[in-house]
């Protein structure tokens, strides 16, 4: 598996080669990456900043969690102005037509409450999937990877599909669980606190 670091968004956390999840949301009209608009000022980062850093430790992989609403034209802009690959996910569903109109680097959430379905939105450039299960039911996110046919949707459209670890919602002990159930899929990328829960 392909591990991307979850909630990486103070840049001197950041390794050589790393893929991570970052937050990136509006502040007082500026673009930050940060978690919370409450976080105090020494936790937030200027998006163009933070890629800055990321460039200068070869980062592979920037997952763009939108936190809120607008200026999606200068978040582009600031995503490829660098050299680094991203997909931006988790917007409201206009807020996804919004982007989709700017960049096919998107990633389309599969989860609890967005069934396949979900798919119908997605242009024929978009390269992401993000595989998500808030209630850690591991057996349903292994069954929407495989029984609604998404692994062969992926397969055949050269989608990549990012998967949420069970420890991003507090369930670390299913680590283990997960691990064993996606391991026959080496391609598949993992969203996590723990990369040494799927080394």
């Not at 591991?138 to 692994?151: D, G, H």
């Not at 391609?187 to 080394?199: G, I």
Request: proline share 5%; net charge negative; aromatic share 10%.
């Amino acid at each position: 598996m392909n591990i991307i670091r979850h909630e990486i968004n103070n840049p001197q956390e950041l390794k050589q080669n790393d893929m991570v999840e970052i937050d990136v949301r509006l502040t007082d009209g500026y673009i930050m990456v940060t978690h919370d608009d409450t976080d105090s000022p020494a936790l937030q980062w200027d998006l163009t900043g933070y890629l800055r850093e990321a460039e200068k430790k070869d980062v592979q992989l920037v997952a763009v969690n939108i936190k809120s609403d607008g200026k999606e034209d200068k978040i582009i802009q600031i995503l490829e102005n660098s050299k680094i690959p991203y997909f931006v996910f988790n917007m409201s569903r206009p807020t996804y037509i919004k982007y989709s109109e700017l960049t096919n680097n998107i990633a389309l959430p599969v989860s609890d409450y967005d069934d396949v379905s979900s798919l119908q939105y997605l242009k024929p450039g978009n390269k992401w999937i993000w595989l998500d299960s808030f209630h850690s039911d591991i057996e349903a996110q292994l069954n929407q990877f495989c029984e609604t046919q998404l692994r062969e949707f992926s397969e055949e459209n050269d989608k990549r599909i990012a998967l949420v670890a069970p420890d991003v919602h507090n369930h670390r002990e299913l680590n283990t669980q997960f691990k064993d159930l996606f391991k026959e899929f080496p391609d598949l990328y993992v969203c996590t606190n723990y990369p040494e829960d799927f080394a």
